[in-house]
């Protein structure tokens, strides 16, 4: 079932829960706020369960909050995902359907201080059949999108590149003399090992990454980006691909696993040796 096809039937949903008007009587204001805005529907990869984004009104906050929600496709009573005042939003299937994975702003445990504030946005992890979400990532800014590999072994995300040393300085001395180049907020390219939470970055200096997508092999990475964050760059945008420094890393991390699985010794496996990576 398309995504086209089941946004008019989620709309629907979500103003079912809106209370009903008699006549023609006019909406107030307070009508308008109580309205629930859908979207980003995402069906499991068995088609039986659809996750989408639930975007209402939180009157304790003064604010808009999202929430993710489950439905089944062949109809039945919603349910929310789960239970957080922060803001969830862009639910992912995991190939094999047993795992979510979405972007959240609830707080993560140990992130304190400039950390919490910079990086509050990041990949969290929860099984659709119950379950406490978990934190994925710890990246050092905030997460913005991200994808699957075909595998469900690795995640491909975008992260804004956290505030230097310098500056945050001088945000702490009140300095508030600055450049426009200053305050970019470039997006760098990260993959991170499901299993292992082995996060490593992939791009960096004057390059700023605007999409990603990672190949049906999953040892590349194909990525859009453009000299810099500003909007007239985006026609400067261009295609590359990572291949050698993403591969060498996740064959890194199953050697590492087979040795662990290797009882009492060290050794690699008895088999071919791993070609060299050389990184690019």
Request: contains cysteine; hydrophobic residues 35%.
């Amino acid at each position: 079932m398309s995504s086209r096809r089941l946004c008019p039937a989620l709309t629907v949903l979500a103003l079912a829960a809106v209370p009903s008007w008699a006549g023609d009587r006019p909406w107030t204001t307070d009508d308008i706020l109580a309205l629930k805005v859908v979207t980003d529907p995402n069906v499991s990869p068995d088609g039986r369960t659809v996750a989408y984004v639930v975007e209402s009104l939180n009157a304790e906050k003064d604010a808009y909050q999202t929430d993710v929600w489950l439905v089944a496709t062949s109809g039945g009573e919603a349910r929310a995902l789960a239970s957080s005042t922060a803001n969830d939003d862009n639910p992912r299937w995991s190939p094999d359907g047993r795992v979510l994975a979405f972007l959240s702003e609830r707080p993560r445990p140990g992130a304190t201080g400039d950390e919490a504030a910079d990086a509050k946005r990041q990949i969290w992890l929860i099984r659709p059949d119950g379950g406490e979400a978990e934190p994925l990532t710890s990246a050092p800014g905030a997460v913005s999108a991200f994808e699957w590999s075909p595998d469900g072994k690795t995640i491909g995300f975008l992260a804004r590149e956290p505030k230097s040393e310098a500056r945050r300085k001088r945000d702490k001395e009140k300095d508030d003399a600055w450049t426009p180049s200053d305050n970019y907020a470039w997006n760098r390219l990260w993959v991170i090992d499901v299993a292992s939470r082995k996060a490593q970055q992939l791009t960096r200096g004057e390059t700023h990454v605007s999409g990603l997508s990672l190949s049906p092999d999953g040892k590349s990475v194909a990525y859009s980006a453009q000299p810099t964050p500003l909007v007239p760059d985006e026609f400067r945008s261009d295609l590359y691909v990572n291949r050698r420094a993403y591969y060498c890393e996740r064959r890194r991390l199953e050697r590492e696993r087979r040795m662990r699985r290797c009882s009492g010794t060290t050794r690699l496996p008895v088999g071919r040796p791993p070609a060299p990576c050389v990184r690019t």
